[in-house]
């Protein structure tokens, strides 16, 4: 699980705070991926990352905004998050889009109240 | 509509038994076929692909999985199952020419007993 990181593992924010997710891979890959993983529903993927560039926005609220500064990192910003937006945030990272193996990050354990 | 089932939300299996998980998918075309397995508080780990060849593929752990075309399935197994195999299993297709976007099953929990 060290190549790719995420912090915070655990995050408590009120529905008017602003906060953010950080996603580190070490790992040399191209592309990237947030998803989100709630109970009992299969894994959505929210956002795609390709060489920094955006190719794919699940439909995710605006609430959610995603940044990619470089191949390596991938942030989520976060900002006035309802409370059906707790879950589980993943991050993943892999070589190309195609064929290759996507390789996920511990997450980060989101609670809204 | 393109999608991944995995039938089963739990399986049961006494340790040293032989254990399978059960995936089926509907997409158009040839797909690439994963399996994940997830850890309590833990993000996923890649088990094993399929891509094209050999039915039978062999992953970490000692699982393996078989590709049946005909009856469009990609069934997770192992021959005997360990107490420490407990966990989240997700079977996963891959989108050909939607840039690769994976398609997740909605999970099996397996738990194996002493």
């Known amino acids: 699980e060290t190549g790719v990181t995420q912090t915070p593992r655990h995050l408590v924010m009120g529905m008017t705070n602003k906060k953010s997710l950080k996603c580190e891979q070490h790992l040399g890959h191209n592309a990237m991926y947030w998803y989100k993983q709630s109970a009992k529903k299969p894994l959505e993927l929210m956002f795609v990352y390709n060489f920094k560039e955006q190719t794919e926005n699940n439909s995710v609220p605006s609430r959610f905004s995603p940044e990619c500064p470089n191949s390596s990192h991938l942030f989520l910003h976060l900002h006035t998050l309802q409370p059906e937006d707790s879950a589980l945030y993943l991050c993943?990272?892999?070589?190309?889009?195609?064929?290759?193996?996507?390789?996920f990050g511990p997450g980060t354990r989101l609670l809204v109240l | 509509a393109q999608s991944v089932a995995q039938p089963e939300d739990q399986v049961n299996v006494a340790e040293g038994n032989p254990l399978t998980v059960k995936c089926t998918y509907s997409?158009?075309?040839?797909?690439?076929l994963f399996w994940y397995v997830q850890y309590p508080n833990r993000g996923l780990q890649f088990l094993l692909k399929y891509i094209t060849g050999d039915n039978l593929v062999k992953g970490s752990y000692g699982f393996e999985a078989e590709f049946n075309k005909s009856q469009t399935s990609f069934h997770l197994k192992k021959p005997s199952a360990l107490v420490s195999d407990s966990a989240l299993y997700f079977c996963a297709v891959r989108l050909l020419g939607q840039g690769g976007k994976l398609i997740f099953g909605q999970g099996t929990e397996l738990s194996v007993k002493p």
């Open positions: 993943a990272s892999s070589q190309g889009r195609a064929r290759e193996t996507q390789y």
């Open positions: 997409v158009s075309g040839n797909p690439y």
